[in-house]
T-cell receptor, first 115, second 114 residues
Framework: AQTVTQSQPEMSVQEAETVTLSCTYD???????LFWYKQPPSRQMILVIR??????QNATENRFSVNFQKAAKSFSLKISDSQLGDAAMYFC????????????FGTGTRLTIIP | DADVTQTPRNRITKTGKRIMLECSQT?????MYWYRQDPGLGLRLIYY???????NKGEISDGYSVSRQAQAKFSLSLESAIPNQTALYFC?????????????FGPGTRLTVL
């Protein structure tokens, strides 16, 4: 069974600073995808960034980047130049590339931006 | 217009009532999913459908049923609602494997069972 663990229920960062959210996962598969979703107070689930496990290069989307350590089964999200609009719940998720391809989510990290 | 819509957005009902949550999508995706979100537990999969003739149970399907009326429509029913089904419910859609496997979520339905 797949599991995703986010060990930081809450994090805070000063505006314009950098913050890193942690995520570890467990799977027996070799081919899978990893995602970070953002859920602002509007409760909409918004994809922030995705990583394909067979790609060694870490994914980057503007101010968001990941540190993907496949051997350690670690997938952290770094947010640079934090903005007030980054305040939200952040969920790490894993998706198998075979079978039902459902998303397995972590329990989330609530990020607060301090002005 | 939103690509994935859910109705209703909020619903309060009583124990024992039958309730249906509806999901529609204009993305042309074959795959649709229903998730439930509870505080501190993240999102968990209830049911998923890869096409109109393929419906499968997720990890928490007890007490729920679904219907895939068309490629674009996937509804979730609670035959006899109970208070511990109070949660935020999300519908999601995706294309097939590989680069098109990103799941797009609807805005969610907040359900309260009294």
């Amino acid at each position: 069974a797949q599991t995703v663990t986010q060990s930081q229920p809450e994090m805070s960062v000063q505006e314009a600073e950098t913050v890193t959210l942690s995520c570890t996962y467990d799977t027996s598969e070799s081919d899978y995808y990893l995602f970070w979703y953002k859920q602002p107070p509007s409760r909409q689930m918004i994809l922030v960034i995705r990583q394909e496990a067979y790609k060694q290069q870490n994914a980057t989307e503007n101010r968001f980047s990941v540190n993907f350590q496949k051997a350690a089964k670690s997938f952290s999200l770094k947010i640079s130049d934090s903005q007030l609009g980054d305040a939200a719940m952040y969920f790490c998720a894993q998706q198998s590339n075979f079978g039902n391809e459902k998303l397995t989510f972590g329990t989330g990290t609530r990020l607060t931006i301090i002005p | 217009d939103a690509d994935v819509t859910q109705t209703p957005r909020n619903r309060i009902t009583k124990t024992g009532k039958r309730i249906m949550l509806e999901c529609s999508q204009t993305k042309g995706h074959d795959r649709m999913y229903w998730y439930r979100q509870d505080p501190g537990l993240g999102l968990r999969l209830i049911y998923y459908s890869f096409d109109v003739k393929d419906i499968n149970k997720g990890e928490i399907s007890d007490g729920y049923s679904v219907s895939r009326q068309a490629q674009a429509k996937f509804s979730l029913s609670l035959e006899s609602a109970i208070p511990n089904q109070t949660a935020l419910y999300f519908c999601a859609t995706s294309g097939t494997s590989g680069a098109d496997n990103e799941q797009f979520f609807g805005p969610g339905t907040r359900l309260t069972v009294l």
